[in-house]
């Protein structure tokens, strides 16, 4: 399969704790996004990433998120002191971005639950 | 502020009927538009996209019209399958914005046998 993949699928933790998500993109493309979505929205952007170069954070991602891709291949997405608030499915995509459009492609979400 | 909006949250139709979608936007610098398909506890699937340059985009049985002047799009399906039971949503991408994708609300679609 050379789709977009995500680890863990599901994620229960209690609030205060700290979860790191992984995230894999498809092998040529150079540019990767979070994005989270809660219940009966749309996905909300997050950060993206071109190569290694963190390049645009969204005002919701508060100091208790951090997000990397050291090595331009694999992403994580780290949550300190985790909140209810955080309960969300955080979606990771992935695209060539070598063009002036270009379509995004999304792995399967890894939900978050935090008690 | 909600820069893309569906307004139907959810749509019945028959099998073999067209289903048709729609979407409202404000930001008058969005140049790209998607629409992507999703089926509860998976992400996203790309459907289909058009430049603002265009105003219709076909692929089978999936066609995408873009009213600029309108700032709206619109999904059709036809005919409509059961497998097209899915939430749909809308995505626009701005010029200024980087390469972000806003999202609108999603409408659920149920395709009766």
């Known amino acids: 399969d050379t789709g977009v993949s995500q680890d863990p699928r599901h994620k229960i933790t209690k609030r205060g704790q700290n979860v790191t998500f992984r995230c894999d993109p498809i092998?040529?493309?150079?540019?990767l996004y979070w994005y989270r979505q809660t219940l009966g929205q749309g996905p909300e952007f997050l950060t993206y990433?071109?190569?290694?170069?963190?390049?645009?954070k969204s005002r919701l991602l508060s100091d208790r998120f951090s997000a990397e891709r050291p090595k331009g291949s694999f992403s994580t997405l780290e949550i300190q002191r985790t909140e209810q608030g955080d309960s969300a499915m955080y979606l990771c995509?992935?695209?060539?971005?070598?063009?002036?459009?270009?379509?995004?492609?999304f792995g399967p979400g890894t939900r978050l639950l935090v008690l | 502020d909600q820069q893309v909006k569906q307004n139907s949250p959810s749509l019945s139709v028959q099998e073999g009927r067209i289903s048709i979608l729609n979407c409202d936007y404000t930001?008058?610098?969005?140049?790209?538009f998607l629409w992507y398909k999703k089926y509860p506890a998976e992400g996203p699937t790309f459907l289909i996209s058009?430049?603002?340059?265009?105003d219709k985009n076909e692929d089978g049985r999936f066609t995408v019209f873009l009213n600029k002047s309108a700032k709206h799009l619109s999904l059709h399906i036809v005919p409509s399958q059961p497998g097209d039971s899915a939430v749909y949503f809308c995505?626009?991408?701005?010029?200024?914005?980087?390469?972000?994708?806003?999202f609108g609300g999603g409408t659920r679609v149920l395709v009766k046998p």
């Open positions: 995509a992935s695209s060539e971005g070598s063009g002036a459009v270009e379509t995004q492609y």
């Open positions: 092998s040529e493309h150079n540019r």
């Open positions: 990433f071109q190569n290694e170069a963190q390049l645009e």
């Open positions: 930001n008058s610098m969005f140049d790209y």
């Open positions: 058009i430049s603002s340059i265009k």
């Open positions: 995505a626009a991408r701005g010029k200024a914005a980087g390469n972000k994708l806003t």
